[in-house]
């Protein structure tokens, strides 16, 4: 209420009392102006200030002059006005009801909808549920023509609207955070090889979230939340295809460090993890063919933390073999040249041939780095050129040699002629041999056979005789003390033809169908009971 209406109020009162004096000794029209005072308040209620503004200046005229009339005395006259005045009033709250009504509605809808923008029906479901029933029924009044009720749904309409939008507002900068935190993800995706395998799907994240900032800016949540969860799926999908490339990639990474390991001369001692390896990469494979693509990376880092330690400790042993293979081709050429400048290479010539060849086999094999094979070739060399000296009484590398084949029984292989303990014939009588201990000159199966039988291939024997000690061919070790079976007969003549092996395809297809079947060795590629074995 104004100031203007707070003083006719109080003029109206002064004048009613007068009024109400005067009424002791005149009939004043009192009950005629009392219900033009309340109409007019009535319209001032409805907005007649506003909507019908002439009306309500001429209604409250007129009961001014009532007022008038009856100071002086015209109570007739201040009847009528006062009966005019309330005419003039209603005439203003019929005029001011419809405008009212429409604009109470179009207001409550107005806040409606800018709670509808903030998705108010996700954040404050039910002040904007209510908020929408109440409007419904306003139009509905309002369609009536019952324009007061119809203005008091549309106030309540309004408040309940008002409630949720405020609610709603409240979320603007949850989702603005939102949206910053998508964009962090996406970009350190990107930055994760992202850009390889989901660039597309990572600028479609970067465009959705740029239209949900601005309509959030705009306090448009309704359009704003649907393009972040797109943004979300999208980065979602530009995730798995980054994490699948990657699980490809590695999955072929590991199928290659495995193929370079099983292929691998010196791959024995590893087997245990080599097939620990292959079981991760198969479990590996099996996770990405289900999808499961952060799991299948998992499994084939683990497969491949597995092979890099196999592939140190493969190239470790490989130049531990190939730091061997220069030794012995070394001294198997030296050993050569020695005998070569001896009186011995007149009655040897035969053998030195065989030593000759078998030393060039094995630097042939070292330069393709079959090191394992430039062993055998120099130690089957060096065993030749151990039996020529020791024939002639010249001591060999390898040990101090008697006749070939014949060694002392108490386990150290003899001078040629010496006394004392009774000289054991290998081959030809059940003996013992004890794996020795030297760094620089590991024992084998290999070896073993080629100290004793004068041929290495005969170590099949040596294994089968002593598979109670032996689990593995090509692990021996130092202070173990071996069965050296007797050679069956028919495995006699492979003696008699030497280390080299020079016998006719016919010959040996004739023993491989007489021989007993030798013990079958682990893994291909690796000689079985090569000096890689005494540990």
């Not at 109206?12 to 004043?28: D, K, P, Q, T």
């Not at 660039?199 to 970067?206: D, L, R, Y």
């Not at 003899?414 to 004392?420: L, T, V």
Request: charged share 30%; aromatic share 4%.
């Amino acid at each position: 209420m104004n100031t203007r209406t707070r003083y006719a109020s109080s003029l109206f009162g002064i004048l009613l009392l007068m009024a109400a004096a005067i009424s002791c000794r005149f009939n004043v029209p009192i009950r005629q102006m009392m219900e033009a005072k309340t109409t007019i308040s009535r319209a001032v209620e409805v907005r007649a200030e506003r909507y019908a503004p002439a009306e309500l200046e001429k209604a409250r005229t007129l009961l001014k002059d009532s007022h008038t009339e009856v100071a002086e005395g015209s109570l007739i006259e201040a009847e009528n006005l006062a009966v005019k005045s309330a005419a003039e009033a209603q005439k203003a709250i019929d005029a001011s009801l419809p405008h009212l009504s429409a604009d109470s509605l179009e207001d409550a809808k107005k806040i409606f909808a800018e709670a509808d923008l903030l998705y108010a029906s996700k954040h404050s479901g039910i002040s904007f549920a209510k908020a929408d029933g109440l409007l419904k029924e306003a139009e509905a009044l309002h369609a009536g023509k019952d324009y007061w009720n119809s203005h008091l749904k549309s106030a309540e309409a309004k408040a309940n609207a008002e409630d949720a939008r405020a609610n709603s507002q409240r979320h603007v900068p949850a989702l603005r955070e939102e949206i910053n935190s998508i964009g962090r993800e996406a970009d350190e995706l990107k930055s994760k090889r992202g850009a390889e395998f989901a660039s597309g799907e990572i600028a479609s994240v970067k465009g959705k979230l740029e239209q949900a900032r601005r309509k959030a800016d705009e306090s448009n949540l309704k359009e704003a939340t649907p393009l972040v969860n797109e943004a979300k799926a999208v980065l979602f999908t530009a995730r798995e295809n980054t994490l699948r490339g990657i699980s490809f990639e590695k999955l072929a990474e590991t199928e290659a460090a495995l193929k370079r390991v099983r292929e691998s001369s010196v791959k024995g001692p590893f087997e245990g993890d080599i097939s620990k390896a292959s079981d991760l990469a198969a479990g590996a494979k099996a996770l990405h063919n289900s999808k499961s693509y952060a799991d299948s990376v998992r499994k084939s880092d683990e497969a491949m933390a597995l092979l890099n330690t196999v592939s140190v400790s493969m190239t470790n042993r490989e130049n531990e073999l190939k730091a061997e293979a220069l030794d012995k081709l070394a001294k198997a050429k030296e050993g050569l040249e020695e005998v070569n400048k001896s009186d011995l290479r007149l009655r040897h010539e035969a053998d030195l041939g065989k030593a000759a060849a078998h030393v060039e086999a094995g630097g042939k094999l070292y330069e393709e780095k079959d090191y394992n094979g430039s062993i055998l070739q120099s130690v089957s060399a060096l065993a030749i050129l151990e039996g020529v000296m020791g024939s002639g009484g010249v001591t060999g590398e390898a040990g101090e040699i008697g006749k070939a084949g014949e060694t002392s029984e108490t386990g150290g292989i003899g001078k040629a002629g010496e006394s004392g303990a009774r000289t054991l014939k290998y081959g030809e009588e059940p003996a013992t041999y004890v794996v020795k201990y030297n760094p620089r000159d590991r024992d084998c199966l290999w070896k073993i056979a080629m100290y004793t039988y004068r041929n290495a291939r005969l170590w099949p024997l040596i294994y089968a005789a002593n598979r109670d000690k032996i689990r593995d061919p090509d692990l021996i070790f130092p202070g173990q003390n071996l069965v050296i079976p007797v050679i069956p007969v028919r495995q006699s003549k492979i003696v008699e033809e030497g280390p080299a092996g020079e016998r006719s395809k016919q010959s040996a297809e004739e023993d491989k169908k007489k021989s007993t079947p030798a013990p079958e060795t682990k893994g291909g590629g690796s000689t079985p009971g090569a000096p890689t074995s005494s540990r």
